[in-house]
Structure formats: C-alpha cells, structure tokens
C-alpha cells in the first residue's frame, strides 16, 4: 500500500558527502518513526539512525557527528546527510518508516536500497 522511493547515492571520496533522501507514498493516516539501515556484502543489514514523530533521533556508534538524520512531514520525507564518509561506510542504504495506514495498524514500508560507495 505504501511505498518509499529512495535517491541519492553514488561514488564520493573518503571524506566527501552525500545525502540521502526518501519519500513515502500511497494511502495512510500518520508516518511514526523513520529511519535508515544499511548492509555490505556478506554483512547483515544494521540500523544507521532513527528519528521519531517527535524528532528524537537515535544514531549508530560509528556514524555519530557526521550524519544527520532529519524528516520534513509536509513532504512525507526523510533525509540522510552523510559527511566525512569514510570507505567503511560503504553498503547500500536502505529507508525504513512505521507507519499507521487508514485502518490504523502500525505497518513497516522498506525502500529499494541505494548504492553509496566511497573511495579510499
């Protein structure tokens, strides 16, 4: 019933930035907690940071003070500003978001994933 749609991966240098972006579309009634999760190859998916209705963010040990994690509701939409990207940040990345539908049941809506790579 809902999907998301993510963008905004690439290529980019150790130490470079990209961000992420992640809308959400289809029918329901309230978006609760987003957040991101990535996984690299061989490697099982981790959370990389959450951010709840209320804007209380929560991030992965190793990617605290350099990515942000911010949502515009008006747009249905999350973001993922990565800096200082490291090659260990590598993976692809993929959206997450709670969400309440129009019968109001808490459902779980995933995005496509998207490549981030970054160079050493």
């Known amino acids: 019933q809902v999907h998301l749609v993510e963008s905004g991966g690439g290529l980019v240098q150790a130490g470079g930035s990209l961000r992420l972006s992640c809308a959400a579309s289809?029918?329901?009634?309230?978006?609760?907690?987003m957040g991101w999760y990535r996984q690299a190859p061989g490697k099982q998916r981790d959370l990389v940071a959450t951010?709840?209705?209320?804007?209380?963010?929560n991030y992965k040990d190793s990617v605290k003070g350099r990515f942000t994690i911010s949502r515009d509701n008006t747009k249905n939409t999350v973001h993922l500003q990565m800096n200082s990207l490291r090659p260990d940040d590598t993976a692809v990345y993929y959206c997450?978001?709670?969400?309440?539908?129009?019968?109001?049941?808490?459902?779980?809506?995933w995005g496509q994933g998207t490549q981030v790579t970054v160079s050493s």
């Open positions: 289809g029918s329901f009634f309230s978006i609760n907690t």
């Open positions: 951010i709840t209705s209320g804007g209380s963010t």
């Open positions: 997450r978001m709670e969400i309440t539908n129009t019968i109001l049941r808490l459902t779980t809506a």
